[in-house]
Structure formats: structure tokens, C-alpha cells
């Protein structure tokens, strides 16, 4: 019996337990990856790796509310408490009805509520809480996507570079450094959470191990849709996880399976096809409830910050569309120029195929459908589904690239507009999620230089460093508006949109007296003009931007330049856009023309913008002091009191009650609009000094 076995006998053993290979594979791997979980230095990688990623993004602790963070959080009544909460559950994540027309139908409750919460904590609107919590989830989405690649490597080591090149990259600054971002970092939190319990329910021979766990990996996969959309992917993920790394199968074998060919279920059991029904039926109710949500309506974009969607030649749509996913590859991979806005043809149109922005989508393609091919194809060196087991050192292991492939992919698909328009051109915080496969992808080949070693720490440790230099700087980007848009301006000079903005930030300093001298507020106004002019004349796509001429307009009335801003607000109407920008012209056409007292053509501006939009209170409000000042006196209040019914603000109680005032002599009523006043806000002087006023009357037994 201590005979020692031959190659033939260690043949025939091999082929003796064939027989029982329907669990070895599977069994082998899980034992495999529960060994990695469970690894002595797993613990201290994952300090190295929170610590790594708190200190990156500590400079962003300073920054201030900017650019999204305007519309998601600092107006957001949703987010500062002024809605009831349980409207954020109907509302969009920029606190919008969901019913309405005008919504974005992004539904992120889950992420507003954190929002909320932060606001509550830190007792309102300071933006230190706000940063807090966000470089703390992403410490924590960092350390969890490390023990989701100790599943998928089966081993600490990969994993630990892949987590590495995960947090270091500047990529995730404006997740990280934009409050709003907070969707994307706990869309990818509970994204891995979700993965993580999908893996630790699957007991070795492939059995689900326990039904709490997998219901409780479905609940995070909601939760992930619910913080972010991309987070609805996990389902798509755990399957091709499933598939390949704890079943060995190659894609070929699944699509064997499909057509009768491999007893899949057979080998595997009855666990893979139950855990196959609960994700789909998951994904099916998840998404009807999404759909529900949207309350039949799409979401409606400017189509300058997508310039595809207006093309009319389907080649010339199709090549754009498809050398977005090049740039965005491009950002992932060298993230050398990132900048917070894209659109209005800062991306040109592709079309020509031949141009070199046509030869990169073609070779895109042939990359793809090469990568594809080769993982669709088992290698001959690979033995087959039947005979598969993990103990045979003949197995290659392309599993872990065939995760990080599926987890770049689908994870991007939402916003690739490929399925549905999503409304931007490139956002490199939608490339959170992508980013982790690109980087299990890189650690992958990593391992590949296994026999050169010296090599690969040199590699590692350059891509580690550049990428993290990159990211502090960048953060730095995010400090302000101002910084964010002059770092925009530099790195994307093509773009109206940012240009503009720019413009306009230099403006505002230019009319701050408490924080600037005389002479910065001159240069700034300077700088402003010279920025308009030349955007105006040399950059493509200002006849898409009417808010150029609205923001240039604006600065040159301020300086007193009245004819020249009529000019360019007439200009600016000429480009009419979906956005509100047309009926801000026409209020402050309406606005300008009343300070002449040209009455009947400012009347015209202002009914013409409510034609447009009755809600427009700008415009209420000029009609109301318009009617007013001709001594239209009914219609003025029925106008103020309109606006109040709309808009219950100090300044519209303010407003309201000095009409009563001076114009009906109706103190009492007066009295009470300048008490509400108050009451919305203690500061306001002007309430104050009417209150007085209105009081003295009273007391002298005027008015009623």
C-alpha cells in the first residue's frame, strides 16, 4: 500500500475522480479565496490602504460648497430641511418632484438622506461636515473593494495592487472633492458591500451557504441603485463573479450551457441556478421600481451639453458617440487632463473616419472586440468545463481579468448613452465604479510580470506616486468656483460654458468692496470684460451659450454701459436654448427698460417671459412693481400677493407690505407683511424700518 505511485497510476487517479469534479473546481476555489480572506497581513494592508486614502483627501476638508453642490445641497430644501422628509423619497436628487416636467428623474434618496443628516449633525450648511463624510466613505469604498479583490485574485497580494492604484487615483477627486459626489462613493460602497455578502454566501461545491446573507446582498444592491444608478450593476457583476472565478467557466462555456451543449447545472448543482433566479428576479422588480419612479417621463437635457443628440448624420452621431467612450478610457487611463465640464463642443464632432480622432475609435473598436474574443475563447491549453479543477497547476487563471473586464463595462454602460441619454458628454465621477475593473485589470497584468520583478515594483511604484501627486493637485482644484473654473479654463480653453462661468466669477470680485481693493476689483473687472471678448470672438460654440450675452450684458450695464448691454442682451435672445437663460434676458431687458421708464416696452419683456413660463417670480416681480410705479394699483397687489402665495419670502412680504403701505395706506395689513418679513428673517433692515413707519401712522390714527 506505500507502493510509490507511477505517471501511469497518478494517470489513472486523476481520471478515477473525474467522476466527483462537478464539486472540486468549485470547492477548491472557494477553500481558496476563504484562505485569502482570512490571511494574517489582510488586516494591516487594509489600515495601509484607509490611512492612504484619508491623507490623500485631507486637503479637501478646507473646500467650500462648489459648482453641483449649489442646485444638490445648498438650495436643495431637501438637504437643508425646508421640505418635509418624506418628500426626498418624490424627489430627485436635486430635490425636484419626480412628477414634474422639468425633473431630472436621477432618484438617489438613499444619498440625500445622508445629505440631510450631515446638514442636521453640524446644525446647517457647513461645508467642513459635508467634506468629512465624504473622504471617510471613500476610505471605507476603498478598503472594501480590497477584500473584494482578495475574492477575486484569491490572494492578498494582486489584490492589494489593484486597491492600491484604486485609491490613489485622481479620477475619483471629483467624487471625492464635490459634495454631490457623495452618490458615486456610496453607490460603490454598497456596491461592494453587496458583492462581498453575494461571495460569502457561496459555500464551497457551490451551494448557497445562507439565504440571510443573499437576501442581505440583494437589500445592498438596492440600496446601491437607490444612492447611485450604476449601483443597480452589482447584479450583472456577481454572476460573471460566480461564473468564472469561483466556477471556472470561460464565457464560451456559459454560452455552451445556454445551448444544451454543457450540463452546467449538472456539475454545479441546483445553488447556481437558485442564486441565477433570485438576481434576476432582483433586477427585474429594481428596475420596474426605477422606471415607476420616472413616472413615464425622460429626463430633458440642454442638447449643447450633448452634441451628438442634434447631429443629423448617423455616421458622424455614432463616430462621437463612440470617441466619447474613447476620451473616457483615455481619463481613466492617462488622467492627465481632468476638468468638471465637458459639453458644448469641447469635444468636436467626429466627422470624418479618417481624421485621427476616427483612427482612435477604430482601433477602440478592434481592441474590444479582440479582448472580447479572447475571453469569449477557452485556450487550448485549458482543459475542459468537465475536467476543471483548481488543483491542476496546468490551469491558466484569466478569471480575476474576466471580473475586471465585466466590472468596467457594465458599471459604464448607464452612462455611455448608449441605452438612454444621460445628458453630459464625459464626468469623470460616473468613471468611480468603471475605475475599479480598470484596475483589477492592471493588476492582473501585474501579476503576469511575476518573473520580473524588479520591473514591476518600478511600475507600481511610479503609477503610485504620479497618480497620487496628481490627486492632491487636483483636489486643489476643487477650493473654490473660482479655482475650479480657472484650472477649467486653462485645461479646456475651448469651452464656452466655462469660460463664460469664469467670466462671471471674476465679475462677482470685481463687485466684492469688503474683500478687495479698489485696484483688484478694477483688474478683475478687466480681466472679466477681456474674457467675454474673447470667448465671444474665438471660441467655438458661443452662438450655442446665449448666457455669454446674458453675463457680458449684465457687466456692462453694471459699469453703465446701458446701450451696449440692450445690444447684447438682444444678441443673447437670438440664441434661444432650452435652458432658463431666455427668460432672464427678457426679465432684464424688462428690468433695464423700467429704470428708464420705458414702461410699455418693459411691460412687453416681462409678459413675454411669462408667457414662456408663469413661474418665473423675476418677472411677477417687475410686472408688480411696474403696475405699481403706473399706479395700476389693484394689479400690482394681486401681482404681490400672488408672489407671496409662491414664493412665501421676506423680501415678497417686504414688497407686499410696502405697497399697502404707500400706496393703499393700509397699515394694519402692512404691519403683518412686515412682521412675517422678520420672522423669515430677523436681519432684514428694510422690513424694519417700514415697521417703524407703518407703527408711527398707526399710533397717529392714519390709514386702516
Known amino acids: 500500500s506505500s507502493r510509490k505511485m507511477g505517471p501511469r497510476n497518478r494517470s489513472r487517479a486523476r481520471h478515477a475522480t473525474s467522476g466527483h469534479t462537478a464539486i472540486s473546481g468549485t470547492e477548491d476555489a472557494s477553500k481558496a479565496i476563504q484562505t485569502s480572506e482570512h490571511s494574517t497581513n489582510i488586516p494591516l494592508l487594509t489600515v495601509v ?60 434618496p438613499f444619498t440625500v438622506l445622508t445629505f440631510r443628516l450631515s446638514h442636521h449633525l453640524a446644525g446647517g450648511l457647513r461645508s467642513w461636515d459635508f467634506h468629512v463624510a465624504n473622504v471617510l466613505i471613500h476610505a471605507v469604498t476603498c478598503c472594501l473593494y480590497f477584500h473584494a479583490c482578495c475574492r477575486v485574485f484569491g490572494s492578498s497580494g494582486p489584490a492589494f495592487v ?5 485609491t490613489v487615483h485622481p479620477i475619483h477627486c471629483e467624487a471625492v472633492a464635490n459634495v454631490v459626489g457623495r452618490a458615486e462613493l456610496l ?65 464560451v462555456d456559459a454560452i455552451s450551457a445556454i445551448l444544451g451543449r454543457f450540463p452546467l447545472f449538472e456539475r454545479y448543482g441546483s445553488g447556481l441556478l437558485r442564486r441565477i433566479i433570485i438576481v434576476s428576479v432582483t433586477a427585474t422588480l429594481l428596475i420596474v421600481l426605477r422606471v415607476w419612479m420616472m413616472g413615464g417621463g425622460q429626463p430633458i437635457f440642454n442638447e449643447n451639453e450633448l452634441p451628438a443628440l442634434e447631429c443629423p448624420s448617423t455616421m458622424t452621431a455614432g463616430l462621437t458617440f463612440a470617441y466619447y467612450a474613447v476620451v473616457n478610457a483615455a481619463i481613466l487611463i492617462f488622467p492627465n487632463t481632468l476638468c468638471s465640464d465637458w459639453s458644448y463642443r469641447t469635444i468636436p464632432l467626429v466627422t470624418d473616419p479618417t481624421e485621427p480622432r476616427g483612427m482612435a475609435v477604430a482601433i477602440a473598436v478592434v481592441i474590444f472586440f479582440a479582448t472580447a474574443g479572447a475571453m469569449l475563447i477557452r485556450p487550448r491549453t485549458a482543459p475542459s468545463p468537465t475536467t476543471l479543477s483548481t488543483t491542476d497547476s496546468n490551469v491558466p487563471q484569466p478569471f480575476p481579468m474576466h ?24 464626468a469623470e465621477r460616473v468613471l468611480y465604479l468603471p ?28 503609477v503610485v506616486v504620479a497618480f497620487a501627486t496628481k490627486t492632491v493637485t487636483r483636489n486643489a482644484d476643487w477650493r473654490s468656483d473660482f479655482d475650479l473654473h480657472k484650472a477649467g479654463v486653462r485645461d479646456n480653453p475651448g469651452n464656452v460654458k466655462l469660460q463664460t462661468n469664469f467670466g462671471m466669477l471674476l465679475h462677482e470680485r470685481a463687485q466684492d468692496t469688503e474683500t ?23 471660441v467655438i460654440g458661443e452662438d450655442r451659450f446665449p448666457n455669454l450675452y446674458f453675463s457680458y450684458g449684465n457687466l456692462l450695464q453694471g459699469t453703465g454701459r446701458v446701450d451696449e448691454a440692450i445690444a447684447m442682451y438682444h444678441r443673447g435672445l437670438e440664441k434661444k436654448d432650452k435652458t432658463r437663460t431666455t427668460l432672464n434676458i427678457l426679465t432684464n431687458l424688462g428690468s433695464l427698460l423700467y429704470k428708464q421708464k420705458k414702461y ?5 419683456y416681462f409678459d413675454t417671459c411669462l408667457s414662456i413660463d408663469d413661474n418665473h417670480l423675476s418677472a411677477h416681480n417687475g410686472l408688480a412693481a411696474l403696475y405699481a410705479a403706473t399706479h395700476r394699483v389693484e394689479q400690482a397687489e394681486a401681482k404681490f400677493a400672488l408672489i407671496v402665495q409662491r414664493s412665501p419670502s421676506a423680501e415678497a412680504h417686504f414688497n407686499y407690505g410696502t ?42 390714527g392714519k390709514g386702516n
Not at 222 to 236: H, R
Not at 524 to 538: D, F, G, I, K, P
Not at 664 to 674: D, Q, S, T, V
Request: charged fraction near 15%; glycine fraction near 8%.
Open 403 to 426: 471580473v475586471g473586464v465585466a466590472l468596467m463595462l457594465l458599471t459604464f454602460l448607464p452612462s455611455s448613452n448608449v441605452f438612454f441619454r444621460v445628458g453630459f458628454v464625459v
Open 659 to 700: 405697497l399697502l403701505a404707500t400706496q393703499g395706506g393700509r397699515y394694519a395689513a402692512a404691519e403683518e407683511m412686515f412682521l412675517t418679513a422678520l420672522r423669515l428673517n430677523p436681519a432684514h433692515s428694510g422690513a424694519k424700518s417700514n415697521l417703524d413707519y407703518v407703527r408711527f401712522h398707526m399710533k397717529q
Open 49 to 108: 490602504i484607509a490611512v492612504l486614502a484619508i491623507a490623500l483627501n485631507l486637503n479637501t476638508l478646507g473646500h467650500g460648497f462648489v459648482y453641483d453642490d449649489a442646485r444638490g445641497i445648498v438650495s436643495n430644501g431637501d438637504v437643508i430641511q425646508t421640505n418635509p422628509i418624506q418628500e426626498l423619497f418624490l424627489n430627485d436628487f436635486w430635490g425636484k418632484p419626480m412628477s414634474r416636467f422639468q425633473s431630472h428623474k436621477s432618484y438617489r
Open 600 to 604: 410699455d416696452e418693459a411691460e412687453k
Open 187 to 251: 453607490g460603490g460602497a454598497w456596491f461592494l458591500v453587496a458583492f462581498l455578502l453575494y461571495a460569502a454566501a457561496i459555500r464551497p461545491g457551490g451551494e448557497t451557504s445562507s439565504s440571510f446573507t443573499m437576501f442581505g446582498a440583494m437589500i445592498c444592491a438596492a440600496i446601491a441603485m437607490l444612492s447611485k444608478e450604476q449601483g443597480i450593476t452589482v447584479l450583472a457583476v456577481v454572476l460573471v463573479y460566480d461564473f468564472s472565478v469561483v466556477g471556472r467557466l470561460y464565457p
Open 162 to 166: 489593484a486597491a492600491l492604484l484604486f
Open 516 to 538: 478687495y481693493t479698489e485696484l483688484e476689483r478694477k483688474e478683475y473687472l478687466q480681466q472679466a470684460e477681456a474674457v467675454y471678448r474673447h470667448t465671444l470672438n474665438h
Open 435 to 462: 475605475s475599479m475593473g480598470a484596475c483589477i485589470i492592471a493588476a492582473a497584468f501585474f501579476v503576469r510580470l511575476s518573473k520580473q520583478r524588479v520591473l514591476r515594483t518600478i511600475v507600481t511604484v511610479a
